[in-house]
C-alpha cells in the first residue's frame, strides 16, 4: 500500500463511463499534479461523482470521486 499524501479520491473518466457512474461539475475546479510534481495534461479537473457506495469485501462507505482522465505511459 503507498500513501501518496492525497485528500480527495480521483478516478480515471474510462472506469466512469464504463461503471456508468453519474457526473456532476465541480463548483471549485481543481489543478492538480501527478506524483512527480507534473501538472496533468487535461488541465483542472471540472467534474466529479457524486457521493457513490464503495463495497470491498466486507467494508462498505460512501465516496465522491474527482474524475481525471489518468496519464498513460
Known amino acids: 500500500m503507498v500513501d501518496?499524501?492525497?485528500y480527495?479520491?480521483?478516478i480515471d473518466h474510462?472506469?466512469?463511463l464504463r461503471e456508468k457512474l453519474p457526473?456532476?461539475?465541480n463548483i471549485f475546479p481543481l489543478m492538480l499534479?501527478?506524483?512527480?510534481?507534473?501538472?496533468l495534461i487535461n488541465g483542472p479537473i471540472t467534474k466529479?461523482?457524486?457521493p457513490v457506495e464503495v463495497k470491498i469485501?466486507?467494508?462498505v462507505e460512501e465516496?465522491?470521486?474527482?474524475?481525471?482522465?489518468?496519464p498513460r505511459n
Not at 499534479?33 to 501538472?39: L, Q
Not at 465516496?63 to 489518468?70: M, N, R, S, Y
Request: aromatic share 4%; no cysteine; proline share 6%.
Open 63 to 70: 465516496l465522491q470521486f474527482d474524475i481525471i482522465h489518468a
Open 4 to 6: 501518496s499524501g492525497s
Open 57 to 59: 469485501g466486507n467494508h
Open 23 to 25: 457526473i456532476r461539475n
Open 8 to 10: 480527495r479520491n480521483s
Open 14 to 16: 474510462s472506469v466512469v
Open 33 to 39: 499534479e501527478t506524483v512527480d510534481g507534473r501538472p
Open 48 to 50: 466529479e461523482t457524486p
